[in-house]
Nanobody, 116 residues
């Protein structure tokens, strides 16, 4: 099973930017579809952005135009560039990997806090 480790979370003021990274173990990273989810206190986990193995991207309406997901297969890493952050973006952000052949896995999460 793939192991995922997120980094890059922190405290930022509204309007600021953060870049999250998710490093994956193993040598088959390029065939995984990758995604970022987030979960705010008292709310369900929701999909933020996804990127397929052939680099097709999808975004939640709430982050379109502000967030960008990308991947670097040579570094086994997926990124989430978050700009124009809002207090409502405050949540724990989780990295997710999925492959029909190899299964799925979650990272441990990284906290993002946006102050107003």
């Amino acid at each position: 099973q793939v192991q995922l480790v997120e980094s890059g979370g922190g405290l930022v003021q509204a309007g600021g930017s953060l870049r999250l990274s998710c490093a994956a173990s193993g040598s088959m990273f390029s065939i995984y579809h990758m995604a970022w989810y987030r979960q705010a206190p008292g709310k369900q986990r929701e999909l933020v952005a996804s990127i397929t193995s052939d680099v097709r991207t999808n975004y939640a309406d709430s982050v379109k135009g502000r967030f960008t997901i990308s991947r670097d297969n040579a570094k086994n890493t997926v990124f989430l560039q978050m700009n124009s952050l809002k207090p409502e973006d405050t949540a724990v952000y989780y990295c997710y990997a999925y492959s029909v052949r190899l299964g799925a896995g979650w990272g441990q999460g990284t906290q993002v806090t946006v102050s107003s």
